[in-house]
């Protein structure tokens, strides 16, 4: 019995380590691509109130970001495994500033409610509190 125990939880130790993610180097690129290309990227879902959140801190700084509805395109599941792959989370949002990953909703209230959003855009605000 402990023998079969054993070799079981060898085999799925073995599964895990083979397990291979959606997103294929196209994904990737394009994540890669998009963060390159833009100096604010929101990978975001339109109906998900985080995201929603984070996009106000862009509005509210004057800023218009690139966003990427993942929920509108037919990669979008592809490409939320990209990001997985690129910054180690798989939810939205993302946000990315002159090819930095600034984190999600929180990290971006934080850094703007710090002014440090501010300064990696180029220009000082004072510190906000509101959102």
């Not at 083979?18 to 690129?29: I, L, T």
């Not at 090819?99 to 180029?122: C, F, M, N, P, R």
Request: overall charge neutral; proline content about 2%.
């Amino acid at each position: 019995m402990a023998m079969k125990s054993l070799i079981a939880s060898i085999l799925l130790i073995a599964a895990s380590l083979c397990w291979v993610s959606s997103a294929d180097s196209s994904e990737v690129a394009f994540v890669k691509k998009t963060i390159s290309a833009h100096k604010i990227v929101i990978f975001s879902k339109s109906y998900c109130p985080y995201c929603r959140k984070a996009k106000s801190v862009f509005k509210e700084l004057k800023q218009v970001p690139f966003v990427v509805e993942l929920d509108e395109r037919d990669d979008g599941w592809n490409i939320q495994d990209a990001l997985s792959e690129i910054v180690g989370r798989r939810t939205v949002p993302q946000v990315f500033i002159n090819g930095k990953h600034i984190g999600g909703s929180d990290d971006t209230v934080e850094a703007y409610q710090s002014g440090k959003l501010a300064k990696l855009l180029g220009f000082e605000v004072e510190n906000k509190d509101d959102l």
